[in-house]
């Protein structure tokens, strides 16, 4: 599905209350997928980023496989906000990708509502960590297929088969340098939230 193809219905007022009391999202993925991209994309106040130029203390530590052209790296976070209506406002932090800042993610992920995990064709392998990371903690997730120019492109069930995804985890094609592209993955992934709850069995 194509992320034009995507028309949500407006939220239901007792799910978007249920909703509200949890607003934290992480955007997360590996190394020059995108995250800072879509974060500023889709902030509706001037996001906070903790870029920094790339140097040769990353010689050998970092992999620039793919995206040797890149010259910024996040070493901490990425944060902004987006209101989705009058009930619902999603806080957005976007992770670091680099292995060696893989210790500030458990902070990152405290109190967190879900995760978009950005995946990029060119190298899939790169979002396998952040998918068994939100998979082992049990944080329901979504994957947006950023199509960068040039790359490869790919079905949505055959991006499914190569992360080997559960079947209702969704999946979504964007592009995150345009704002309704990015606000497309973002409802993906409430809605989805929405359909994990009402599925949840009701206790007493």
Not at 153 to 161: C, G, L, M, P
Not at 188 to 195: D, K, N, P, R, S
């Amino acid at each position: 599905m194509a992320s034009e193809d995507f028309d949500p219905a407006p939220l239901d007022p007792q799910e978007a209350q249920q909703l509200a009391a949890s607003v934290k999202i992480l955007v997360a993925g590996g190394f020059g997928v995108g995250k800072t991209t879509m974060v500023s994309a889709i902030s509706e106040i001037a996001p906070l980023r903790t870029e920094e130029l790339i140097t040769e203390v990353s010689s050998g530590v970092d992999d620039l496989s793919g995206v040797e052209s890149k010259q910024t790296t996040t070493v901490a976070l990425d944060f902004g906000r987006i209101t989705i209506d009058s009930d619902l406002v999603l806080y957005l932090f976007g992770t670091p990708g680099q292995d060696r800042f893989w210790f500030l993610w458990d902070e990152l992920a405290r109190g967190a509502l879900g995760a978009v995990v950005l995946a990029d064709t060119r190298r899939l392998g790169s979002s396998f960590a952040a998918v068994d990371y939100f998979e082992r903690r049990g944080l329901p997730f979504m994957v947006g297929v950023n199509c960068f120019d040039g790359a490869p492109r790919y079905a949505e069930q055959e991006v499914r088969e190569a992360l080997d995804l559960d079947p209702h985890t969704p999946v979504l094609l964007c592009d995150a340098r345009h704002r309704d592209s990015a606000k497309n993955i973002l409802l993906t992934l409430v809605w989805h939230l929405i359909e994990l709850t009402r599925r949840k069995p009701i206790t007493t």
